[in-house]
T-cell receptor, first 115, second 116 residues
Framework: KAGVTQTPRYLIKTRGQQVTLSCSPI?????VSWYQQTPGQGLQFLFE???????NKGNFPGRFSGRQFSNSRSEMNVSTLELGDSALYLC??????????????FGEGSWLTVV | DQQVKQNSPSLSVQEGRISILNCDYT??????FLWYKKYPAEGPTFLIS?????DKNEDGRFTVFLNKSAKHLSLHIVPSQPGDSAVYFC???????????????FGKGTLLTVNP
């Protein structure tokens, strides 16, 4: 079974631009969540989607948004990029439904550098 | 306020010995805990988890212990191997229905170095 797939793996953007990252969850998984990893802040939760609905959102500005499609694939978008948005963006998937003891599996991440 | 804490930024052990990584949490609503291993430039890899109804879970060389009264868990790796060298993250979540439980709260990680 294929794992969580994220594209692109690496990208460089200029301040003020916007970026869209894509994530395909493990087959059969309906919950997709996004995390940002930076050296100073560690792994920070961005948002989580299930059945195309956002169920939870972390403490990030409105420039960070996401969505989930009917096939469970997800995208996240960052508008008006700032230097501080440079980070590893991780997508994770789980079976979804109720939180229960479902394990969350991560993709390889998308490295975003803002210059 | 950091709800999951890994107070040791780094740990160095000899090959073949035991590695013990510690994690403390403050949120009493957390009742499911996971450990992830992470290499640079890669996503976290799930290692082992434990529910609060248990105090121990074992999978091969990895054992996680949970002391719910102390809000403390630890990951034991025996025997340690050079390939175990990585950053280890402790993560926690609640399992009751509710928006806040649809996410993991992570510690800052512990860099484990296993020396040959």
């Amino acid at each position: 079974k294929a794992g969580v797939t994220q594209t692109p793996r690496y990208l460089i953007k200029t301040r003020g631009q916007q970026v869209t990252l894509s994530c395909s969850p493990i087959s059969g998984h309906r919950s997709v969540s996004w995390y940002q990893q930076t050296p100073g802040q560690g792994l920070q939760f961005l948002f989580e989607y299930f059945s195309e609905t956002q169920r939870n959102k972390g403490n990030f500005p409105g420039r960070f948004s996401g969505r989930q499609f009917s096939n469970s694939r997800s995208e996240m978008n960052v508008s008006t990029l700032e230097l501080g948005d440079s980070a590893l963006y991780l997508c994770a998937s789980s079976e979804g439904g109720q939180p229960s003891g479902n394990t969350i599996y991560f993709g390889e991440g998308s490295w975003l550098t803002v210059v | 306020d950091q709800q999951v804490k890994q107070n040791s930024p780094s740990l160095s052990v000899q090959e073949g010995r035991i590695s013990i990584l510690n994690c403390d949490y403050t949120n009493s609503m957390f009742d499911y805990f996971l450990w992830y291993k992470k290499y640079p430039a890669e996503g976290p890899t799930f290692l082992i988890s434990i529910s609060s109804i248990k105090d121990k879970n074992e999978d091969g060389r990895f054992t996680v212990f949970l002391n719910k009264s102390a809000k403390h868990l630890s990951l034991h790796i025996v025997p340690s191997q050079p390939g175990d060298s990585a950053v280890y993250f402790c993560a926690a979540r609640g399992t009751n229905s509710g928006g806040s439980n649809y996410k993991l709260t992570f510690g800052k990680g512990t860099l484990l170095t296993v020396n040959p």
